[in-house]
């Protein structure tokens, strides 16, 4: 069983981040919320709201699209799925295992799309607008992982943040991923 990153590892981009954009710039009417996006950004940066919170507010317009929200996903992995870096592509298998940050509902499509059985992202209330839980980063990875897996490990983590520390700690083998370029940094891992 190998682990994954998602954002900036099988994905080229951050896909909340890209989501987020592309929902922008085709629904213009959300530029009206400018000033609000540039207040929550700001508190975000100084600090003042969690990385929790701070998707909460970027995304309260979600609970307004219903249902309609999945297609509107759907129709953006149609455009954006080549975004998904060839090494992975390369290598990918049944059994692997993404572990993200990225909230659920934007990268489940995707993940069937590669086949990938187990999903372990962040869960996102689309009625509610809310984050259910913690959000899926840095250590909370490794709990949400041990609750799917107890007492299991992966034989491979790979990662395009030391962020994703907790996850490469349990794992056989590490790897940071820049891009097309993948480095075994297990022994490294190892003395952090």
């Not at 309260?60 to 129709?75: A, E, L, N, S, T």
């Not at 954006?80 to 940050?101: H, P, T, V």
């Not at 962020?163 to 590490?174: C, F, N, R, T, V």
Request: charged share 30%; with cysteine.
């Amino acid at each position: 069983m190998v682990g994954y990153d998602f954002d900036k590892t099988i994905y080229k981009r951050d896909c909340s981040v890209h989501f987020f954009f592309y929902m922008i710039f085709t629904r213009i009417y959300l530029l009206l919320f400018s000033l609000y996006f540039l207040i929550v950004f700001a508190l975000y940066g100084l600090k003042w709201i969690s990385k929790k919170e701070f998707k909460e507010f970027m995304f309260f317009f979600v609970p307004f699209y219903g249902k309609r929200i999945y297609k509107i996903v759907d129709k953006f992995w149609q455009k954006n799925a080549n975004g998904i870096f060839d090494w992975y592509s390369k290598q990918k298998s049944d059994d692997d295992i993404i572990i993200s940050a990225g909230l659920k509902f934007i990268v489940e499509p995707v993940a069937k799309m590669l086949n990938v059985k187990t999903l372990i992202a962040t869960e996102f209330d689309v009625k509610k607008g809310k984050i259910i839980g913690e959000n899926c980063y840095g250590e909370e990875k490794k709990i949400q992982f041990e609750k799917y897996f107890p007492n299991q490990k992966c034989t491979a983590f790979y990662s395009d943040s030391y962020s994703d520390l907790p996850m490469m700690k349990i794992s056989d083998k590490a790897y940071l991923v820049k891009g097309e370029t993948v480095t075994d940094v297990t022994e490294k891992v190892k003395n952090m």
